[in-house]
């Protein structure tokens, strides 16, 4: 369906008004699943249709594209590439501006969200449409984590968002639960990470490495940008956390691995350490020793092979130096964490008070062990 006629923003399209519809910018890592997720639960979302864009026909990639295809998502494309795509059997249904047009949230799952930004969805703005983009795009929007920060959401005014990484829910998480407490009282004296990432995702044919690669101290104040990332997301809540944090690359794919030692202002036992860990739905505790069992237990038992948990903590690894610091490691499901809070956030544009309500249908995939 190509459009054309007089629109200012994009000629001839008019958004189907009533109708609930997202389209998602990228097939990748993140993009993939989330389009799959969302197709998946269509109707228990309450959305009405979903769209997605891929930039590059590919041979290679259309496979995947059919099978989104058969879930019920519409592909869209750059006007271009149509025939491109049509002439590789990969069959679009909108033009790309078009589709941003069209929908009411738009989740950009691309390392150019804040260029898309300034391009395309500043021009779309109004309406109650909201604009997502991930971890990488520091500054696109308010910042946010799936029942971290939920409440520092305004409607109204924040019509752009940004997911956070994976590793910064990792650490979100982490001192969220075991630090600040149901209470969320300032309980954090200072935190410090080791974020061990992987080298590259299965699904990536490049950038894996041979040896394990040390990351700079880019940012005197936080280390490195999981730090600062987690920082800022808790001053979105008027909180003003002394985190730190390094990182460096490791000759794996299977998932992040990261050290945390937290010290706070007053004694937390480690019994209740482990109720409040024991507590959270985002929070998954294992026994495994190896992030490659781990993954594998994603692959088998996630959704689309993903684990939806914000971390996963080896509870071998829990200890306590003294009454006011607690030492452990855990695992980050890159390739899932943030997947919960896009869907999140897309909800909140679209149902700002059932959201949560909505969110329930995904709780089976949310494990309390791995």
Known sequence: MNSSGNNPAWPGVTRKMGKKIVHVVGTGTVGEPLIGILSTFREQFGLDEVTFHKRTPLLTDRSKVVVLGKKG?????DKDRWQAFKEMGMEPHYEAEEAIDRANVVIDCTPVGNENKEKYYKRYTGNGRGFIAQGSEFGFGQMYA????????????????????CNTHNLAV???TIALGPEKEDNLEEGRFVCMRRANDLSQDSEFIAAPEVEKHDDPRFG??????????FKTLDLDLDIYSSALKLNTQYMHTIHFDLKMRRGVGMDEVMHRLKSNR??????????????????????????????????????????????GMCF?????????SS???????????????????????FFSEI
Not at 224 to 233: E, F, S, W
Request: hydrophobic share 35%.
């Open 282 to 327: 985002r929070i998954a505790l294992t026994n495994k020793k190896s992030a490659a069992s781990v993954f594998s237990f994603g692959r088998d038992h996630g959704i689309f092979g993903r684990i939806l948990n914000q971390t996963v903590i080896a509870s071998h690894t829990l200890t306590m130096k003294g009454d006011r610091e607690v030492i």
């Open 224 to 233: 490195t940008h999981q730090g600062r990332d987690a920082h800022y997301l």
């Open 332 to 340: 980050t499901p890159q390739d899932g964490n943030s997947l919960g």
């Open 174 to 176: 982490l001192i969220d």
């Open 146 to 165: 799936r029942g971290i920060n939920d409440k520092a959401l305004k409607k109204g005014s924040d019509s752009f968002v940004q997911i956070v990484s």
């Open 73 to 77: 998502a519409k592909l869209c494309v």
């Open 343 to 365: 869907i999140s956030a897309t909800l909140w544009f679209l149902y700002p008070d059932s959201y949560e309500e909505r969110l329930k249908v995904l709780r089976p995939y």
